[in-house]
């Protein structure tokens, strides 16, 4: 079992930068692929970044790359989202997940959720 809390949004303008925080329980931290998500208003929730449990191998979605880094702490079971030169248009509700020895940007295939936390981007 692994719990999840998201911390870190809020009101930002374009070209800012934002560091987002997700706080994991449990004792197996380190074995779970942990991915960050986004949800808009009217819009699915869609996959941003993912990283492997041994903060190896990471992964982005295109319109992040570049400008979104996606890290972990696996001695304090936190999983950060640095995200520089944010747009408008990244303005949503950005979930941590995690996939128990998985690697995926398939939302189905992830175990266990946060909460969300806000992020809005100002033009």
């Known amino acids: 079992q692994v719990q999840l809390v998201e911390s870190g949004g809020g009101l930002v303008q374009a070209g800012d930068s934002l560091r987002l925080s997700c706080a994991a329980s449990g004792r197996t931290f380190n074995s779970y692929t942990m991915g960050w998500f986004r949800q808009a208003p009217g819009k699915e929730r869609e996959f941003v970044a993912a990283i492997i449990w041994s903060g190896g191998r990471t992964g982005y979605t295109d319109s992040v790359k570049g400008r979104f880094t996606i890290s972990r702490d696996n001695a304090k079971n936190m999983v950060y989202l640095q995200m520089n030169s944010l747009k408008p248009e990244d303005t949503a509700v950005y979930y941590c997940?995690?996939?128990?020895?998985?690697?995926?940007?398939?939302?189905?295939?992830?175990?266990?959720w946060g909460q969300g936390t806000q992020v809005t981007v100002s033009s």
């Open positions: 997940a995690a996939d128990y020895k998985g690697w995926s940007s398939d939302e189905a295939l992830y175990d266990y």
